[in-house]
């Protein structure tokens, strides 16, 4: 489940970081290496600077959030907060710019430098230390652009970087981010760099407020994509100003084991209970439905920056069991569920779905994913990663046609996952050729889709 509408729920990771030095640029790379877009300037991730994979291509991340959350006031300072993910890091280093979000060529206020970070102008080199200014201020006219960045090797992966904006409303303004994750060998290979954008706009009296669109909440819509609530299912939310940033969730949000409440100062109440948020934008936030929520009508509200939007009534239920079974499965009318083979690929008619193997066949067991299937034994609360085997508490029914499976070898939440079921099913050896419907209930609870899988002996 991300923006484009499916699920993927990301394990937690550790991150353990030793600090030593950077090699290449150490004291900060040359000015243009904080990824604009449509302007030429590129990253450091290049011969003479840091190399060891694609940006963005190191297995971790990158994010910057600010102050206020999405806006600025002019002429008030405010922190941006730089974090950086990485397992093999060992240092770290970044470079950011501030731009007009209606012209990119043009400097947007002015960075203040902080404990061991300097400050470039256009077209400088680090080598260049007349380019560089120690204070705040203004880069000359024929300089305009201004790069802060690290001036030695840091050893916390938490950065903090103090911007004034102009002293009037410009519009929306961009920041460009580019971070170095570097693994101390020695020299400029096998580091990693990450690349993260914000905007922000100004500030007004109270913030601004978030809407949900009418209808505009539903269970994910890779299962099913139902109107309503139930704990621990996953949910879609649409609307105009639901973040000021477009991300989802990272190891350093999670607190051990329990999954982020907050992302980017983007919160989520499900009957007043805080829900746990995976993905923010401006136009759509996923999150799972926290427990205790009860049933009937409950209001959904979506926080920003301190502002709340008015509440979407939804009807909670128990369970809204939805089965895997996205878009890109869908050929024509037929709607195709997700379901893996024992060597992981997935079951389906290549020629139709491309990326699928083969059909399934009678008799093997296969893997179905779903989400909102209630309670499990032992219990595990939403909000947590799993931890360890369990069972689904209300009986599950899985038929092939008319032909129910009399075999389920698991039937619960995955472990190392947040809030996603696990069905492995062994297809009844009775189960003729061709595409069956595949029909899913947990206690008298149909998932109500209407599915198939392709069988073949």
């Known amino acids: 489940m991300n923006q484009n509408k499916k699920l993927f729920i990301a394990k937690f990771a550790v991150v353990l970081a030793v600090p030593v030095v950077l090699w290449a640029f150490s004291a900060g790379p040359d000015a243009h290496k904080s990824g604009v877009p449509g302007t030429g300037e590129g990253t450091c991730n290049e011969v003479g600077c840091h190399v060891g994979a694609a940006v963005n291509g190191g297995g971790g991340s990158v994010t910057i959030t600010a102050a206020e959350g999405t806006g600025y006031t002019p002429a008030k300072k405010q922190t941006l907060t730089i974090k950086i993910t990485d397992s093999a890091a060992r240092a770290y280093g970044f470079q950011i710019t501030a731009r007009l979000a209606s012209d990119h060529s043009k400097q947007a206020g002015t960075f203040t430098v902080g404990t061991s970070q300097l400050v470039l102008c256009a077209g400088t080199a680090v080598s260049d230390l007349g380019g560089t200014r120690p204070n705040s201020g203004t880069c000359p006219a024929s300089k305009p652009l201004e790069f802060i960045e690290h001036s030695r090797a840091l050893s916390t992966s938490t950065i903090t970087v103090d911007w004034t904006p102009p002293s009037s409303d410009v519009g929306p303004i961009d920041f460009y981010l580019s971070a170095n994750a570097a693994n101390g060998n020695g020299n400029e290979s096998g580091d990693h760099i990450y690349t993260a954008s914000l905007q922000l706009k100004t500030a007004t009296v109270g913030g601004v407020q978030p809407i949900i669109s009418a209808g505009g909440v539903i269970n994910a819509f890779g299962f099913g994509g139902k109107a309503g609530v139930a704990p621990g299912t996953w949910i879609e939310i649409y609307g105009q100003n639901l973040s000021g940033t477009t991300r989802s969730w990272a190891g350093g949000d999670f607190n051990g084991s329990n999954a982020p409440t907050t992302i980017d100062t983007v919160t989520v109440t499900v009957a007043g209970k805080p829900a746990y948020i995976d993905f923010v934008s401006p136009g759509q936030v996923n999150a799972q439905v926290p427990d205790g929520i009860g049933t009937g009508p409950v209001p959904v509200v979506v926080t920003l920056n301190g502002v709340a939007s008015s509440p979407l009534t939804l009807t909670a239920s128990d369970m809204l069991p939805g089965i895997l079974a996205p878009a890109g499965f ?5 709607q195709y569920v997700v379901a893996q083979l024992a060597d992981n690929s997935f079951v389906g008619d290549p020629t139709k779905i491309p990326g699928t193997n083969r059909p399934a066949k009678p008799g093997e067991t296969i893997v179905l994913y779903g989400i909102g299937f209630g309670a499990v034994t032992p219990s595990v ?49 009775t189960v003729p050729d061709g595409d069956s419907t595949l029909d899913v209930a947990i206690g008298s609870v149909s998932t109500g889709q209407t599915l198939s899988i392709p069988i073949k002996k």
């Open 330 to 334: 869908k050929v024509g009318s037929t």
């Open 381 to 429: 609360a939403a909000g947590t990663i799993v931890g360890a085997a369990n069972s689904v508490s209300n009986n599950l029914v899985i038929r092939f046609g008319q032909i129910q499976a009399t075999s389920v070898t698991y039937k619960g939440l995955t472990p190392g996952f947040v809030g996603l079921y696990q069905f492995n099913v062994v297809v009844p050896s």
